[in-house]
């Protein structure tokens, strides 16, 4: 089969769970921009854009919303994210006027000033890392820098109790499922208890920091007032789950 006759990739196919496009997107990506950038993936009910163009256009269109809830039956939004009638979304997910109000509180907490803040620190992992390599000369870069360098940025930012770190990684980890469209039943269980144990855990932060603020985003949520309004309880672990869940959207 020529070339031009194999079947442009989908389904399954344009997600982390095929190995070329685990570790070679670009094949795919680039065969689907130069066949059928505008691909129908009926596999999952969605449509896939590669062209920038296109993603700009979609991307700033205040027509379009991000809530699932407003997605067809069977879209794959809708089935990634488990939507049914007790789904209350993320940030991520949320659309104006909830998403705007949201927003708006977050940034002053999550600003230019905090993110200088931690800056020095995140670098200190960063070069840390780099350091605990054996042998420079070869090594996967994945497994031993890109993986663990943004969830344990996300640990430091959220203030996370060093003798809990290990417990922080593998409850991040296991949110790595809700990326996964063909879960297992076991698998389900593991993003269900990991997205138990995090909620647990932010709202026992949560609680330490409403009596003793540190220089953590937690504690600037907390502290972030606009119009006279303040973000509760859920919303600062909502914001909590959807700094993981976008940090870790490229793995």
Partial sequence: ?????????????????????????????????SREPVHQDRMFDRVVLTRAVDVDAVMNNRELASDPRKSRPGSFSRVQLKVDETFQPLILHMDDPDH?????????????????AMRPRITEVACGLLDDIDDPSCFDIMEAYARPLPTIAIALMLGVDTARCDDFKQWSDGKLQMFNPQRTPEQEAILASCNAALTSYFAEVIQKRRKERRADLISSLIDAEEDGEQL???????????ALCGQRDDD
Avoid at 2 to 23: C, M, Q
Avoid at 232 to 242: G, K, L, P, W
């Fill in 232 to 242: 509760d309880e859920a919303e600062i672990t909502n914001v909590c789950h959807s």
């Fill in 100 to 116: 705007k109000r949201l927003r708006s509180l977050v940034v002053k907490a999550f600003n230019q000033v905090a993110v200088d």
């Fill in 1 to 33: 089969m020529s070339n031009d006759e194999t079947a442009v990739p989908t389904g399954i196919s344009l997600t982390h769970l095929d190995p070329v496009f685990r570790e070679r997107p670009d094949e795919y990506l680039d065969m689907l921009r």
